[in-house]
């Protein structure tokens, strides 16, 4: 742990970080693999805009499907024959690019369409293009606020969160203290 986040510091923007798969074995004997693959951590200037190229790839295809001139979109499929459309919120889930940080910032827009569908119920990608949810920028700096936001919440966490101590100005002559009368 602490050699890939000294490594992290001294690699320049863009780079990219290899984390080895872990091995477990049960109580029972039985040795199995907890094989959580390789993670490509990519951070930099040219991560976003590949990001931001997925983001405009996504919305580029969505677009054409739009409106009463829309067009047909045909999608190629693993299994069977290629399947012809005009619905955006197909065409739309079966978009995925080679490239890890297009398909990232396609997830993205993907993740916004969920979370408007569940708001509105419509199911179209119509909607949040004329709401321009669909503006790339949005969406990545909306996306890197809110891990900002969540980051600098759990480091807060364990910090201590106290009232500061008041003290008080200079009494007046003359009069006692409270603690002083009797009543």
């Given amino acids: 742990m602490y050699r890939a986040a000294d490594a992290a510091t001294r690699l320049a923007a863009s780079s990219i970080i290899r984390a ?12 199995w693999v907890r094989n959580y693959g390789a993670k490509d951590i990519k951070f930099g200037v040219g991560v976003r805009a590949a990001m931001l190229q997925g983001v405009e790839e996504l919305a580029d295809v969505v677009k054409v499907t739009m409106g009463p001139k829309g067009r047909n979109v045909i999608i ?3 299994r069977g024959a290629p399947k012809v459309t005009k619905d955006g919120v197909t065409v739309g889930k079966s978009i995925e690019f080679e490239d890890k940080a297009k398909n990232v910032g396609a997830n993205l827009v993907k993740q916004v369409a969920k979370a408007t569908n569940a708001a509105a119920g419509d199911g179209e990608y119509v909607d949040m293009v004329k709401a321009g949810i669909i503006d790339p920028l949005k969406v990545v700096r909306t996306a890197l606020v809110d891990a900002a936001s969540v980051s600098l ?11 500061p101590e008041i003290k008080s100005g200079p009494r007046l002559k003359g009069v006692p203290e409270m603690d002083d009368m009797d009543l």
Avoid: K, M, N
């Avoid at 919440?153 to 009232?163: F, P």
């Fill in 20 to 31: 080895s798969p872990s091995r477990e074995q049960l109580w029972s004997g039985i040795p």
């Fill in 76 to 78: 190629e499929q693993s």
């Fill in 153 to 163: 919440l759990l480091t807060t966490t364990e910090a201590a969160v106290t009232d």
